[in-house]
């Protein structure tokens, strides 16, 4: 019987979520109502609306997802950390938070994370500008497909979903939209050993976010992403590059690079230590601290 609720419980929270994701894209659908950036950000009202696109914005505004890999895996992780973006004009402190849930051991696990609050300083036409501003909410949904099998690498899908949640100012820090994305995401493994193993993986698939201006309703863009990850014993490197290709060409061809190291310091604490750099479209360099707990269930 307590198996039988508890079934019917992870069933009615995809359920929600499910339903939660589609809400959410009905009313991205419609933009009646909608506030433009030229009525936040301008006084002005012919001044032309703010461009939203990863060049033309603060650096959490709109990030290229990153590879996850092609398992579901049933831990669940919390992580805890901070990030500091900088180029020549510009640096932002930013803190990051992060749960991983799996909702069905191995099958179906949900994800939110977030940027609860960063803190900014510019230079815009010789004024040094700052101020602060609270993140958006994301929300992703994993399933997996191929586990285990003979020939084909493991594989799983991914349905994310960016809220509308972050704060509305005059310095374009975010983008006061939703965004939405579908992707697969595989690993294979080049070799495994006792202690040691190497996994090439990838993704690719669909990403698209919310305009408001009177032009376009939205950018649609192509997803993808490679990656090697190498694991010894509890401690790991990985190198990944992703992007996602817009179709307005208006800096909205981000390409992403990042590296990170992982070093495990006491039981199932992690410490991570993450480098990123803006190839294209995304003028920053980035340093990722990060705390992460792992509850193996």
């Known amino acids: 019987m307590l198996q039988f609720l508890f079934r019917s419980q992870q069933q009615s929270l995809i359920l929600v979520m499910m339903l939660l994701f589609m809400s959410v894209r009905?009313?991205?659908?419609?933009?009646?109502g909608l506030i433009s950036y030229s009525s936040i950000s301008n006084t002005d009202p012919s001044a032309p609306d703010v461009i939203t696109s990863p060049q033309e914005m603060g650096p959490?505004?709109?990030?290229v997802p990153e590879v996850f890999g092609g398992k579901v895996g049933d831990s669940l992780v919390i992580d805890v950390g901070a990030s500091y973006y900088f180029n020549d004009e510009s640096k932002t402190i930013s803190s990051i938070a992060r749960v991983y849930?799996?909702?069905?051991?191995?099958?179906?696990?949900?994800?939110?994370?977030?940027?609860?609050?960063?803190?900014?300083?510019?230079?815009?036409?010789?004024?040094?500008?700052?101020?602060?501003?609270n993140g958006d909410f994301y929300v992703n949904?994993?399933?997996?497909?191929i586990e285990g099998h003979r020939i084909l690498p493991d594989m799983l899908g991914r349905v994310g979903l960016k809220t509308a949640s972050g704060s509305i100012d005059q310095d374009a820090r975010y983008t006061d939209a939703p965004a939405y994305?579908?992707?697969?995401n595989f690993s294979q493994k080049l070799f495994h050993k006792p202690m040691s193993s190497l996994?090439?993986?990838?993704m690719y698939g669909f990403y698209c976010w919310q305009l408001l201006n009177d032009r376009f309703n939205q950018n649609d863009a192509h997803l993808w992403g490679i990656g090697l990850d190498y694991h010894y014993r509890s401690s790991f490197a990985k190198a990944s590059l992703r992007s996602f290709n817009g179709y307005i060409d208006n800096?909205?061809?981000?390409?992403?690079?990042?590296?990170?190291?992982?070093?495990?310091?006491?039981?199932?604490?992690?410490?991570?230590?993450?480098?990123?750099?803006?190839?294209?479209?995304?003028?920053?360099?980035?340093?990722?601290?990060?705390?992460?707990?792992?509850?193996?269930?």
Do not use: C
């Open 251 to 297: 800096g909205d061809k981000p390409v992403v690079g990042r590296i990170a190291l992982g070093i495990p310091l006491w039981n199932n604490l992690l410490f991570e230590l993450e480098g990123e750099h803006g190839f294209q479209d995304f003028p920053y360099n980035g340093i990722f601290t990060r705390l992460v707990y792992t509850i193996n269930r």
């Open 141 to 145: 949904t994993y399933f997996q497909i």
């Open 181 to 184: 994305f579908f992707d697969l």
């Open 199 to 202: 996994s090439v993986s990838g």
């Open 26 to 32: 009905l009313i991205a659908q419609n933009s009646e």
């Open 60 to 63: 959490n505004a709109l990030p």
């Open 101 to 133: 849930f799996p909702v069905v051991k191995n099958k179906v696990a949900l994800e939110v994370w977030a940027v609860p609050l960063e803190s900014y300083e510019y230079d815009s036409s010789g004024n040094k500008i700052s101020g602060s501003a």
